[in-house]
């Protein structure tokens, strides 16, 4: 049983494709992440960058600063989630969920 490297090397350069079209998929798609009961929303893309934060004026009360800063975390850190997850989901598919360290 011989080794082809050839065919070896079409794999891994297939794969190098995928994934660098899986990467720009991830940058081109929003996800959303909300706290508050989606008082406070954020829309990140699928590669974790923050587009925007919308506030809604109903819960800005000058008196208590930490509980909206708390819920913009909140959002934050959900939509970075879902990007995550996005990602994790995309990758997989090409990697057939082989853990690869340093790929994304």
């Given amino acids: 049983m011989g080794f082809n490297m050839q065919k070896l090397m079409k794999q891994a350069q297939?794969?190098?494709q995928d994934m660098a079209r899986i990467q720009e998929e991830?940058?081109?798609?929003e996800v959303e992440g909300a706290a508050g009961g989606g008082m406070v929303r954020v829309v990140a893309t699928g590669s974790s960058e923050i587009l925007s934060i919308s506030i809604?004026?109903?819960?800005?009360d000058?008196?208590?600063p930490e509980m909206l800063e708390d819920m913009v975390l909140a959002a934050?850190?959900?939509?970075?989630?879902?990007?995550?997850?996005l990602?994790?989901?995309?990758?997989?598919s090409v990697t057939g969920g082989m853990n690869m360290p340093g790929m994304f």
């Fill in 87 to 92: 990602s994790s989901e995309k990758m997989g």
């Fill in 62 to 64: 000058p008196a208590d």
């Fill in 76 to 85: 934050v850190k959900d939509a970075l989630a879902a990007a995550a997850a």
């Fill in 56 to 60: 809604n004026p109903e819960i800005i």
């Fill in 14 to 16: 297939k794969m190098q």
């Fill in 26 to 29: 991830l940058h081109n798609t």
